[in-house]
Each structure stands twice: as C-alpha cells, then as structure tokens.
C-alpha cells in the first residue's frame, strides 16, 4: 500500500515537471535566440548573409520536410532553392525536418530572425496556430505550401496546394479520350490510405461504378515493383482479357510492364495493353518517349513560381487556396525538353 | 528394400513430412478449384525468346530470392539457435551497392556485372560479418544483434543510392532476371538451383554440416571436441551474407530497378518461416536445408494461389497466416509426440491380432 502510494506520488510529481518544463520551453521560443533554428535540424543551409539590406533583398524562411523523404520532395527543394536564389534578388533560409516541433522551433527561430515570408510544408497539420499569430504580430506574411495546416484562415496569406483527387481525374479523362472501344482494366493501388493511393484510385472507382470501365482486378501492391509484378502474372495466368495497366506509381507500372514483357504482350504506344504510372520519374519518362508506356501522371512539387509571383505581387490571390496545376504527359507528345524540366530524380 | 520401404513409412520422411504434406495439400486444393491452375504454356516474350510460362513458373520463379535466403537462415539458425532479422535491409544494401558500381562505369558488360556482384557480394558479406561477430563473439541474441541492421539498412542503402530510385537496363541484367535468350526456364529458378548445389558439395567434401550441428546441440561439448564455436557461427552468418547478396542481385535484376524502401520488403520473416515450416528447430542443431527451400516454395505457392482466388492483397496475409498457424501447430512437438503415440498404438493392436491369428 505504501508502496503504491509512493508511485503515485512520483508519476504526479514528473506529470507536474514535464507539464512545467514545456510550458518554460514554450516561453522561451517567444523570446528565442536565433541559433534554435540552426541547431535543430539536420541540415541548414543560409545564402549569403546580406544582414543590414537597404538593398532590396527579400528575406525568405522555408520550413520544409527533407529531401530525402521522397522524390518528390527532393524536387520540392530544389524548385525551392532554384526560385528563391540570389539572382531573383531573395535571401533563402531553409529549414528541413520530419518533426513537427523541431519544424515549430525552426519557424519561431525565423520569426525572431526577421524574415520578410516564411514558408511552411508542415510534418503535421496540427500545432502551428502560436507560431502563425507570432509571425503575423511581427508582420511576417506566411505561404504555406503542398500541405494544409488546421489554422485559421486569417492567419495565412495563401497556400499553394495539390489536389490530390485531381491527379486522377486527369489520369482517368485522358484515359476515356483515348475511345477505346472496351475498357478492361487492371488497378494496381498504392499502400491504402496514403494520400496518393486516395486521390488515384477515386477517379478510376468512378468509372468502374458506372460501369463505363472493367474492373478486372483491383489490388494493393502497397508501392512495390515486385508485388505489382505477381498480381499481373497472376491475371495473365488466369487468362483474362485485359487491355489497360493503372498504376499508381511509376514503380509498379514498371513491375507490371516486366510481367507483360515475359509473357510477350505488347505494350505502349502501339501496343496491345495501355500502361499508366504516376510521379513522372526521369526514368518513367524515357519509357514514355520510346512509347513503350502511354501516360504518366504528376502531383506537382513546384510551388514556388507560384508563391514568388504572389510575393513580388506579380499576380494576386484569388483565394486563400490555390490549388497546383498537376501535370500528365502523353507518350505521343512528351518530349525531351517534358523530361529535362518535370522529371523527377535522374 | 523391404527395410528402406519400411523406414520411409515408419519413419515418414522424417523432417520434411510436414513440408510436403502441406505443398500436397496445396496442390490437391488447387486442382479441385481450378485443374487449369498448373497448366504451362510455351510463349514467346518481347525479346522474342521462347520461354515457359503459367503459374507452377511464377511460383517457383518468385520464391527464387526467399529460397536462397531460406537455405543461409537454415545455417545460420542451426548454428546461433536464432534468427537473422536483417537479411531484406542487407539485401537493400546489396542491391544498392550493386547498381551502384554498375552506374560508375559506361557500359555494362559481362564483367562489370561480374565486378557488381563481387561489389555486392563484399558488402553483404561485411555486413553479415558484422552481425555474426555481435552473435559469436559478444553472445548478444541473434534477433537483438540483427536488430541493429534491421533498423538501419534501408537508410544505408538510401544513401548508396544518393536518395533515388536508380535504374539500369541491359540485356544482361535481364537475363538475371528474366530469361536467357535459348533457355526457357527463368533465370532466378537456375540460380536456386545452382546455389542449392553449391551447398551440397560443400556439405559433401568438408565437415561444415556436422560442426554446425554440434555446434547448435550443444556449444560446449562441440567446443570441448576441438571445435571452434565462435568461427563456425561466425562464418554461418557470412555464408547467409552471400545469400543475401545472391538474393539482392536477382531482385534488381528483375526490373533493373532498386527502390531502397520496398525491395525484399519483410522477407525476413517469410525467410525464418520457410525454414521453420521445413521442418527445422528455431532451436538450432539438426537441420535440412531441402525442407526450408521447399517452405519457401510453400510460401509463394500460397500467395500465388490466393492471387489468383482473387483475394485481396491486404487480406492475403491473414489468410496466411490462418495456414501457417496450422502448419505449425501440426509440426509442433506435442502434436508430433502425440501422433507417434497413436500410430504406435494401433500398431501394438494391429500385431496383437496378427499374432491371434497365428496361433
């Protein structure tokens, strides 16, 4: 009983330490030094130093996640760090992180520094409504980018979007342009729930609920080439009719066009099987252009045309959410130039 | 003859009974669903080859990376009495290092992808040195001391590929993983079967399967016998980084890309599984590396079949899962204890007649 009693006292008495030591953290943020920014992340990168600038140079701070998320994030960056250089007349602070509260520090560390915008591609949406306030009490105007956050609008001057399911519609109008005169498809899904995997597969549901397209098989291959390469086998083995591939990255639809090469059904351009990827790889492309895939789909990581436009008021916000143009290249159209510019990774 | 007929019966096949017994029932389950399930047809592929294709070729050609690294885990877990968890993230950074040195030259010729897969070879191997040196010399438990790699492989081999997804494509890569032109058995089936001789004759000219065992039975009395303990669970995990390399390579080589995150994603798991429905004592000491190979076989051919039932992939592994409890629960020793009990039981009754009769 005693000893009960005594651990009950001793998880109240760390409840309460912990409860102070966050509050004392939080307190001080708002006085925050510069250096919290800096030491906090993995990689911190700062342009030239042009501290007192009656020269003109806008100060940039970008909260980012890292590159090596993803491929898509890696081009995120550099569209970033090619947008906002020096040339443009920009001063670029980058911050990047997985975390949400080392993102949260990063942002108050801008915010003390005296940045003139800060842009954030939050971790989480959750969190970031004592930062925004503080950023808009020093007047700094905050784009948000590829991410929303659950702040109020008001503190936001605008945030440049994908729209996930757009990705889709796209993929899916370009698929009902090409008239074929019967569509048997085979669905190859994302890791399900995944952002990605939501806004690919509703379009195409669509269509297999109006019954304009077959479904022949719809399964998850949770992203892996190989996995997308047994479901296909396990099709072409059943000996079902099948004429178009819809996979929702690049990675599978190469998995399956592996499938379709050992049991010698043609594909692409002038083949029997219509082959669709998403996220535009460098590599994917080049499929594309030797037309030996048809289409492949882009949710967007350049933001920051946008937002730089916006800044130097060379265009004005329509509303509070722009959402990206996403991109989708044809096989008969793409061109080298398509590759060099949009493709992603090498 | 009569004695070696009545040894199989009596004795069943020993360790593979379960293995077989459950590739059978497999088989039988899927020729009353559907007898076209085995067919083989003879096409030809894009590249114009004639090759076999049909569901018995994806089965065996898909298990090909499981059963390499089933036959190494097979060593490794007879030897340690544990198991290496790390063998998908090592074999991501075998994959890894192996496209790698093929990007750094121009071309890619036969050499170079000799060169490659020496490259790879190294790594994993290293990398199996390392796990085996935290086994055999600081006795830290297998699945704790490959913990380590399993945490951190696929960020190793993130940053051999300097964080993309790389491609390569020749024709000799395809024929890894793919087809020879003029052989229609696919490639990765070869290299089993090459790899499972390999084994053999190794087994056969030197003592490595015996001193495993002993090893594994009992450490100190093989280490009172003049045997060294610690190299020989050292080199098990050695031997199994040349599997994973092996394994590494023909998935690569299947579609010319490497994608650090999803590459042999979870094998391991199936890996320990293959050897455990072989017939194999996670236990360590006797082992047969035929049942894990067959496991693996066990193991595709499950998916395989559950594909083509159209289940869905996110309920495939529940519905694995359903088969492997009882596979296991069959193999277990109480069940077994109990099965001989029985047989031995009615075999007792059988002799009481017959002598009745005699008299």
């Known amino acids: 009983m005693k000893k009960r009693l005594k651990s009950i006292l001793m998880t109240g008495v760390l409840a309460m330490s912990m409860f102070l030591t966050a509050c004392g953290s939080s307190g001080g943020d708002k006085g925050g030094d510069s250096t919290t920014a800096s030491s ?307 | 003859m009569k004695s070696k007929f009545q040894k199989i019966f009596k004795g069943g096949l020993g360790q593979l009974t379960i293995p077989i017994i459950a590739i059978l029932i497999l088989v039988i389950f899927n020729l009353i669903r559907d007898p076209s399930f085995f067919s083989i047809s003879v096409t030809h592929n894009n590249d114009g080859n004639i090759v076999l294709a049909g569901n018995l070729i994806s089965i065996i050609n898909a298990a090909s990376e499981l059963a390499v690294l089933a036959m190494g885990m097979t060593l490794v877990t007879a030897a340690s009495g544990g198991q290496d968890i790390s063998v998908g993230a090592a074999a991501a950074i075998a994959g890894s290092a192996f496209v790698s040195m093929l990007k750094s030259g121009s071309t890619i010729t036969g050499g170079t992808v000799l060169l490659a897969f020496f490259y790879a070879c190294l790594f994993a191997m290293a990398f199996g040195a390392f796990n085996g040196t935290l086994v055999a010399v600081f006795k830290i438990q297998p699945m704790i001391a490959t913990l380590i790699l399993y945490t951190c492989g696929r960020s190793i081999a993130y940053w051999i590929n300097g964080g993309a997804t790389p491609t390569v494509s020749s024709p000799i890569i395809t024929a890894i993983g793919s087809f020879i032109p003029g052989i229609p058995i696919p490639t990765p089936v070869i290299i089993v079967i090459v790899v499972a001789i390999i084994f053999k004759l190794v087994f056969h000219f030197t003592s490595l399967e015996l001193f495993t065992q002993s090893v594994g039975i009992n450490e100190k009395a093989a280490r009172l016998n003049g045997i060294n303990a610690t190299w020989i669970k050292l080199l098990s995990f050695i031997i199994l980084g040349l599997c994973v390399a092996v394994a590494g390579v023909i998935s690569v080589s299947r579609l010319g890309l490497i994608n650090h995150e999803t590459i042999l994603l979870d094998v391991e798991m199936d890996a320990i599984l293959a050897v455990a429905i072989g017939g194999n004592s996670l236990g360590g000491g006797k082992f047969k590396i035929s049942g894990s190979i067959i496991g693996a076989y066990v193991i595709h051919m499950l998916t395989i079949t559950l594909y083509a039932m159209k289940v869905s992939s996110t309920d495939v592994k529940a519905y694995k899962a359903i088969v492997i409890i009882l596979l296991v629960v069959i193999g277990s020793p109480v069940i077994k204890s109990k099965f001989t009990k029985r047989m031995t039981q009615l075999k007792n009754r059988k002799t009481k007649v017959s002598t009745k009769g005699a008299l």
């Not at chain 1, 003109?56 to 909260?63: A, E, L, R």
Request: glycine share 10%; charged share 25%; aromatic share 8%.
């Open chain 1, 40 to 346: 906090g992340g993995d990689k911190t990168t700062e342009a030239a130093a042009t501290k007192d600038d009656a020269t003109g140079t806008i100060k940039v701070g970008v909260v980012n996640n890292p590159p090596s998320e993803s491929g898509y994030r890696e081009a995120n960056v550099k569209d970033m760090e090619a947008v906002f250089s020096a040339e443009n007349g920009y001063e670029l602070k980058t911050f990047y992180s997985l975390k949400n509260d080392e993102q949260l520090q990063a942002a108050q560390g801008f915010i003390t520094e005296g940045v003139d915008y800060l842009l954030v591609s939050a971790a989480e949406t959750t969190g970031w409504d004592e930062v925004l306030k503080n950023a808009q009490e020093a007047g700094i105007k905050v784009y948000l980018f590829d991410r929303m956050i659950d702040v109020d609008e008001s503190l936001y001057e605008a945030a440049v979007v994908s729209d996930m399911s757009a990705e889709g519609d796209l993929a899916v109008k370009w698929l009902l342009d090409q008239n074929l005169p019967e569509y048997n498809v085979i669905h190859i899904q994302g890791a399900m729930g995944s952002d990605a995997q939501i806004g690919r597969t509703g379009a195409l549901d669509e269509q297999f609920a109006s019954g304009k397209m077959n479904k022949v098989v719809q399964q998850t291959a949770t992203w892996d080439e190989a996995e997308a390469k047994k479901i296909v086998e396990s099709v072409i083995n059943s000996g079902e009719k099948f004429n178009v591939i819809y996979a929702e990255n690049d990675g599978m639809a190469k998995g399956a066009v592996a499938a379709l090469d050992e049991a010698g059904i043609t594909h692409g351009v002038d083949g029997d099987v219509i082959v669709m990827g998403f996220d535009c790889n460098k590599w994917a492309l080049r499929e594309l252009l030797a037309k030996k895939w048809n289409y492949d789909g882009q949710c967007s990581p350049f933001q920051a045309q946008i937002i730089s436009d916006l800044i130097q008021g060379k265009t004005t916000a329509s509303s509070k959410k722009i959402i990206n143009e996403e991109k989708g290249f044809d096989a008969t159209t793409i061109t080298q130039e398509d590759i060099d510019t949009y493709g992603l990774g090498e």
